[in-house]
């Protein structure tokens, strides 16, 4: 079974943003952008840094977590 392992259709969703769009900004083709949202092909890590560029995330937010069971804590400063 495999897992989805990047988020970018979500988080063009929060965005309010298409595939097309993205297509667009990056030069790529439709249908990389399709084969990458869901899930069935992955972008280069130096891609999915231009794709957090584009929309104006943290590139963690383009990746889904491998470990089920890690807790955040943000320690003050």
């Known amino acids: 079974m495999s897992k989805d392992i990047n988020r970018i259709k979500v988080v063009l969703a929060e965005k309010k943003r ?17 084969k990458w949202c869901t899930n069935i092909a992955q972008p280069s890590l130096e891609t999915l840094v231009r794709i957090a560029d584009c929309l104006e995330v943290d590139v963690k937010e383009l990746i889904n ?6 807790v955040y804590i943000k320690m003050p400063k």
């Open 65 to 70: 977590s491998t470990r089920e069971d890690v």
């Open 18 to 34: 298409t595939n097309k769009w993205l297509a667009e900004t990056l030069g790529k083709d439709p249908a990389t952008i399709s």
